[in-house]
C-alpha cells in the first residue's frame, strides 16, 4: 500500500486497516509514514506561521518576500519534522510502558505501528480549527482499538491507556505553569 492509500484506509475504516496491520510485519513501512506524515504537517504548520508573520508585518519595509526568507523555512520544517517523530515515539514508548502493566507478552513495533497508524488523522486534520482538535480524540480511538485488538486488552483499559499520556502531559504542564507562577509571584511579595 502506498502513502495516500494508508492514510485513506486508516482515517476512513481503521476496522479494516487494523485486519490489514496483522499482516505487516516490517517497522519500516511504519517509519516512513510517520515521517512522510510529520514532513507533511511540518510544512502545513510552517506555512501557517508565515502567512500570520507576513500579514502582521504586511505594511513594514522588511517584510517583503526575498530568497533567504525560505532558509528559516526550510529550518523550521526539518525541526518540526523531527520533534514530531520524537514527540510520537515518546507516546508509542509511554503507551506501551502502560500496556505492559497489563499484558508482559508484548512487542514495542506493535504498539509503534499502532501508534504511528494511528496518528494519520492528527497529521491530516491538525491545521483545521474545530477538526484538529476531534482529530486528537479519533487519533486515540484508532490506538484505543489497535492496542485492544494487537494486544488484547478490553477496550475501556485500552482507552485509558491511549488517553493517558496526554493526561500526564496536561499534569506536567499545569505543574510547569504553577512552579513558574508561584515562583513570580513568591518574588513579587519579598
Do not use: C
Not at 485500552?158 to 500526564?168: S, W
Amino acid at each position: 500500500m502506498d502513502y495516500l492509500d494508508t492514510l485513506r484506509l486508516v482515517v476512513l475504516n481503521p476496522e479494516r486497516f487494523l485486519k490489514e496491520l496483522e499482516k505487516e510485519e516490517k517497522a519500516s513501512p511504519v517509519v516512513v509514514f510517520l515521517i512522510l506524515s510529520a514532513f507533511f504537517n511540518a510544512i502545513g504548520i510552517t506555512i501557517v506561521y508565515y502567512l500570520f508573520y507576513w500579514a502582521m508585518n504586511a505594511y513594514a519595509s522588511s517584510s517583503s518576500i526575498r530568497v533567504w526568507n525560505f532558509v528559516p523555512f526550510i529550518l523550521l520544517v526539518v525541526l518540526f519534522t523531527i520533534l514530531s517523530f520524537i514527540g510520537w515515539f515518546l507516546y508509542a514508548l509511554i503507551v506501551h510502558f502502560l500496556v505492559f502493566l497489563f499484558k508482559r507478552d508484548i512487542k514495542f513495533s506493535r504498539t509503534f505501528q499502532i501508534v504511528a497508524y494511528g496518528s494519520a488523522p492528527y497529521f491530516l486534520f491538525s491545521l483545521i480549527p474545530i477538526f484538529g482538535l476531534l482529530s486528537i480524540f479519533y487519533t486515540f480511538y484508532i490506538v484505543a482499538q489497535g492496542i485492544a485488538k494487537f494486544h488484547k486488552l478490553e477496550m475501556p483499559k485500552a482507552v485509558a491507556v491511549a488517553m493517558m499520556p496526554l493526561v500526564i502531559w496536561i499534569i506536567l504542564i499545569l505543574l510547569f505553569i504553577f512552579l513558574i507562577t508561584g515562583v513570580s509571584i513568591g518574588r513579587a511579595v519579598y
